[in-house]
């Protein structure tokens, strides 16, 4: 019951988020980001167009995209850990 | 099975598979946008369960924020906060634009050039605060693997 309460405050509080962002977004966005409303069929031609012409086929931008997020990942936790152990390490030694 | 060892092994489980996924879904390209979109589904319900498993935590320190707690538990109740508005950003902007999984459903949204880059952009800001989310256990996940390796 207690795991379900839990699950509930979780949904309704993203609930209210995405509603937050959605008021903030149609008030906001589409101005600010300039044409507004487009066709979903020419977003996705002139996102592919661009890739296509910038990274060569499907399978290699797939594998650029896993390895750009996988060290995007790394290198923000490396940044955190590696500090953290030196730090620990000295106050050990002392 | 020890009862703690069997959730230490849960949560290893669930958090580990939660991280490999959640860096699938940042590379759509890779998996392609049927499952990319499956996928990120998939993972919103594993994020949920991870939460209700933690909620105890949740709420001990939410209680105590302005009075007991330690700043360590503070900070890491902030950066989850964050985690959570910025997790729950990407999935209703992927919603939004979803080419495969809500038509499916039936589903109309409206994809439009904002949702695209606010997309785009939480996603990396997920991905950032959760590699900090995840050194902040570093200690855990070295205890983890450390008791595995002597048993």
Known sequence: ?94 | MHKARQKTLMNAVIDGGLLVVFLITTAPQFTGISWHEWISLALVVVAIVHIVLHWQWVVAVATHLFNKATWSSRFSFGLNLLLFIAFTLVTYSGIAISEEAMPFLGIGMFDNRAWRFLHHTFSNISLMIIAIHVALHWQWIVNLFRKRAIR
């Open chain 1, 1 to 94: 019951m207690n795991f379900l309460k839990a699950a509930l405050i979780i949904v309704v509080c993203a609930g209210a988020i995405a509603w937050i962002g959605n008021a903030v977004v149609s008030q906001v966005g589409d101005a600010s980001l300039g044409r507004g409303e487009r066709t979903l069929a020419s977003a996705h031609d002139e996102s592919h167009h661009h890739h296509q012409h910038h990274h060569g086929n499907g399978a290699d931008r797939g594998l650029s995209e896993l390895l750009k997020s996988t060290l995007l990942f790394s290198g923000v936790a490396a940044a955190v850990i590696i500090p953290s152990v030196i730090v620990q390490r000295k106050k050990r030694l002392r």
